[in-house]
């Protein structure tokens, strides 16, 4: 029942001259009321820390990948990739994956699936050998149409991905679709079948990776970006195809929440140069040492000991192709150790390196109760390997941690540096006023990264309103047991105060809100292809109208964003307005001049002209 109502049915209290309509009409009252007290009382309890002792889930876990690798294998890949960079490139991710347990297919698309190999699990270096080979056959074909990549792809994952895996799509592409006119295929079907498989990949979690191929500058940027943004992963550019291995390092790190290190870029002289590969701990399951050049080299390598160590060995893997060599060291002894490289003179040889850890980051259980102002929360997060908690204070004292506390109300995010001393990362947070907060925790050092479960403190202080008087048992008045009028009429006005204050407070709380709901705020760099992490806005704080510079906190680069204006609209939906500046939704242009109208999870892009910046968004009510 609604406060209206509610306010409605205490005015009819006047009226009654019985003591059964009375409480009739009096239970009538009371249940909207006890309904609200209900609705309120669970609201005010933190349940996501009440479900979160010791299971709460991993973040950036190490553990299997299942990728699909999704190759243009159209005609214009020649022109754009003449040495056939991207498919070395696409064998070096190949590579990396662990020795055993990873599971890869491959799809071939122009305007069709030329080729494709469901998932294959590796379980030697044989299988490596094998999809390599499938690679090495590809053969070039007429025409382009990305959907039809994607959408297989997304359906080898649905029939051959573990579901204790990590799933992941990676695609390349040269260019924009090139349909063959003969088979009547239009924009507007291959649109919709890719919106479709974009949306089955979100649905099951298949973040898709993009690199884009610029080499004839008519790429589609933001038609591959808006793949990467719908679906969790992230979108790189290059005007040249050189960069791809690079990418690709860069896309099988921060698939398992790695960095890429760089180590040394040199030019060879044809003799051997030394660089140094530092092992920081002994929680490394595999490192993983890229060797980019353009013509063969040798290596030789010594550990810390100074003990030279065979390459290949059975703790030393090789792998070596046109472009590049990766040494895979298993559970590498910790310190220096030193690469010699030899190379072609005048060759430019790029050395790179990623580590595999079995490590993920857990916060601990805070207790589950409601806080206010003032409170200070004990905040713990360990390491895990395998399960088990980490206790080396060596790896603690590495890394650098913070915890990352974002006030619901207001969408800011505060970073409060931990202590990280003593085998564990710990510091305590403050609740500076009585909103609602999410927190995690985040660490890293200079080869990777995690991030614990985000949960939330709420912190409403007077939302849980205190018993009601009416509660209390009804008095008996005089011999014949009836109850007494006069408290009968204290009670009927205590309830009708109650529900008249209820029905104005909710009545006032609705006119004034103005918005509802958030906004996911990110911006990602059209250089670089970073994102930022993502923001959580609250709207209840705007009145009217507000810009999207002022939710940008009024960055002075991205002032362009202020010729966007948002409005309430009907329904709980948002609505955008803005002239002479770009929107996206779903990958297509919008027409925001005329008002565009955001309901709970649409997503938009909006691509500033001023800067190599785009604004990505997502309300949710």
């Not at 022109?79 to 347990?101: N, Q, R, V, Y």
């Not at 924009?187 to 979690?205: H, P």
């Not at 614990?452 to 009601?468: D, F, L, Q, Y």
Request: proline share 4%.
């Amino acid at each position: 029942m609604r406060c209206n109502e509610v306010h409605t049915k205490g005015i009819e209290v006047r009226s009654i001259h019985t003591n059964r309509r009375f409480l009739t009409l009096l239970g009538r009252v009371l249940v909207p009321l006890l309904a609200v007290l209900v609705l309120l009382v669970p609201a005010a309890v933190p349940s996501a820390y009440a479900a979160g002792s010791g299971s709460a889930a991993s973040a950036g876990a190490s553990s299997q990948i299942d990728a699909v690798l999704v190759l243009d294998v159209s005609n214009s890949m020649k022109k754009s990739d003449p040495g056939g960079i991207a498919d070395e490139a696409m064998k070096m991710f190949i590579d990396m994956l662990s020795t055993k347990g990873d599971k890869v297919g491959v799809v071939a698309y122009t305007d069709k699936v030329q080729r494709e190999k469901a998932l294959l699990t590796i379980n030697s270096a044989s299988d490596k050998q094998d999809l390599k080979n499938f690679i090495d056959g590809l053969d070039k074909g007429p025409y382009t149409d990305i959907a039809v990549g994607v959408d297989e792809a997304v359906k080898v994952l649905q029939n051959g991905s573990d579901p204790s895996h990590e799933p992941m799509i990676v695609l390349l592409a040269d260019g924009n679709n090139d349909f063959n006119e003969s088979t009547g295929r239009t924009e507007s079907q291959s649109s919709q079948e890719l919106d479709a498989a974009v949306q089955t990949a979100k649905k099951n979690g298949y973040p898709i990776y993009t690199i884009g191929l610029n080499a004839d500058g008519k790429l589609n940027k933001n038609s591959l970006s808006a793949l990467s943004t719908e679906t969790g992963g992230k979108a790189f550019v290059t005007d040249s195809a050189d960069d791809l291995p690079q990418i690709l390092s860069e896309i099988f790190a921060d698939h398992l929440k790695l960095k890429v290190v760089p180590v040394q870029s040199i030019t060879a002289n044809g003799a051997y140069q030394e660089v140094t590969v530092n092992v920081p701990n002994a929680s490394v399951l595999e490192a993983n040492i890229s060797i980019i050049s353009s013509q063969p080299v040798t290596a030789k390598l010594t550990d810390p000991s100074g003990k030279e160590v065979a390459i290949p060995s059975n703790n030393v893997l090789l792998s070596k192709s046109s472009t590049y060599s990766l040494l895979k060291l298993l559970s590498p002894q910790e310190g220096d150790w030193k690469l010699q490289v030899k190379g072609v003179p005048k060759d430019k040889i790029d050395i790179n390196l990623i580590f595999n850890y079995d490590l993920d980051l857990q916060l601990e259980a805070i207790p589950s109760k409601t806080y206010k102002k003032g409170d200070t929360i004990p905040v713990s997060a360990h390491l895990f390997s395998n399960g088990t908690q980490v206790t080396e204070q060596e790896l603690y004292g590495q890394m650098k941690a913070v915890l990352l506390a974002t006030d619901l109300d207001t969408g800011k995010t505060e970073e409060l540096p931990l202590d990280n001393s003593g085998g564990e990362f710990k510091g305590n947070f403050e609740v500076k006023d009585n909103h609602n907060y999410q927190v995690k925790v985040r660490a890293e050092e200079s080869s990777f990264y995690r991030e614990s479960n985000a949960v939330e403190v709420k912190a409403g202080g007077s939302g849980t309103p205190a018993p009601s008087a009416s509660q209390a048992p009804l008095e008996q008045a005089g011999t014949g047991g009836g109850l007494s009028w006069t408290k009968i009429v204290l009670i009927a006005a205590a309830i009708l105060i109650l529900a008249v204050a209820a029905a104005v407070w909710m009545f006032l709380k609705k006119a004034n809100k103005g918005f509802v709901g958030q906004l996911v705020v990110e911006v990602l760099d059209a250089n670089t292809g970073e994102k930022t992490y993502p923001q959580y806005k609250k709207l209840n704080g705007f009145r009217g109208k507000f810009n999207l510079h002022q939710l940008l906190q009024l960055a002075p680069e991205l002032k362009e964003s202020e010729k966007l204006v948002f409005t309430p609209g009907a329904g709980d939906r948002l609505v955008l307005r803005g002239s002479d500046i770009a929107v996206e939704k779903s990958g297509r242009a919008a027409d925001a001049s005329r008002g565009l109208e955001l309901k709970s999870g649409d997503r938009i892009s909006v691509p500033l002209r001023s800067v190599d910046k785009t604004i990505l968004l997502e309300y949710l009510v």
